[in-house]
């Protein structure tokens, strides 16, 4: 009770999180964009489901070799799964792939930067579609990105180390959606992260990727208070949600992520 009253007085130091929401709600309550990597797309019940509600999709680079391949029996249904662009340094888009989406008059634009991932590119390409003059209303996109984390440790990395870039654009959330896991970044200060426990959990993990900090949790069955925690030491990993509501407080940026049921959508 004395919690509720907490929220009720100070609802603007805690921030709020439903990362499920792009799976459960019929219409997401935030606009976002789809980024889909390249990675085999075998769950398309997710895959679906995030495109469906997606204002914009994009596939980086081999990503739209997935996208095309998700078809391979149904050219019907390949063609009503059109993404607005095909972005990245083009280097794994199939000939075959890229000439289909051309003929279907999807824009297929090239960046060579040798520093930067496709994904990096394509949320490049997201700011560019949100200052441009069609987006009248200035709305920021949040990014859900499909499939990402396992496959290459060095890509997984480079997503999570995406959340780090884009930590400081308070009016965005990212969200990283693979076939076993939502994982977002916790900035520092106090979060409330509303669970949905039917399509998510029991296991969850909060991860200083970032380097060192101190952590306090609750909601959880292993909870920490005022605790250090960074690798080498303390590592909450394989932990479970013991209630809807998570509160999580840290004094720097930390991973968190929670495992998706098999049947979600
Ligand atoms: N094996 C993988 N495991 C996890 N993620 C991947 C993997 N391969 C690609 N991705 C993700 O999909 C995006 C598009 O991949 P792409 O087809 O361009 O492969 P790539 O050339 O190896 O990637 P990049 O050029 O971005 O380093 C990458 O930016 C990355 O986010
Ligand atoms: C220090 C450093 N390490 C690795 C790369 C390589 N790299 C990182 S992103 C990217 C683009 C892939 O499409 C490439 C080639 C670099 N540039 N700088």
Redesign the pocket.
């Known amino acids: 009770m004395l919690q509720v009253l907490c929220y009720a007085l100070d609802p603007f130091t805690m921030r709020q999180w439903r990362p499920s929401d792009v799976l459960s709600l019929e219409k997401p309550l935030r606009p976002y964009a789809l980024i889909v990597l390249n990675q085999k797309l075998n769950r398309l019940d997710i895959f679906k489901k995030l495109w469906s509600e997606a204002s914009y999709r994009f596939c980086a680079d081999g990503g739209a070799n997935r996208l095309y391949d998700a078809f391979v029996d149904d050219e019907e249904l390949r063609e009503k799964y059109l993404p607005h662009a095909v972005h990245?340094?083009l280097?794994s888009l199939r000939k075959d792939v890229r000439d289909y989406y051309e003929s279907k008059n999807v824009e297929v634009s090239q960046d060579h930067?040798?520093?930067?991932?496709?994904f990096m590119k394509c949320i490049s390409l997201l700011r560019k579609k949100e200052t441009s003059d069609k987006n009248e209303d200035g709305i920021k996109y949040d990014i859900v990105a499909f499939p990402a984390l396992g496959g290459r440790f060095d890509q997984t990395i480079?997503s999570i180390n995406q959340l780090y870039f884009l930590k400081d654009e308070t009016d965005r959330q990212t969200l990283l959606v693979s076939d076993e896991n939502l994982t977002i970044l916790l900035d520092e200060g106090k979060h409330r992260i509303e669970c949905n426990r039917q399509l998510e959990g029991p296991t969850c993990g909060i991860m200083p990727l970032g380097g060192p900090i101190v952590l306090t949790t609750r909601g959880l069955r292993w909870n920490l208070t005022d605790y250090p925690c960074h690798f080498g030491g303390m590592v909450s990993t394989s932990n479970v949600l013991a209630s809807d509501i998570v509160e999580i407080e840290t004094d720097k940026p930390v991973v968190w992520t929670v495992e998706l049921k098999e049947d979600t959508c």
């Open positions: 990245g340094d280097d930067d040798q520093n930067s991932t496709d480079a």
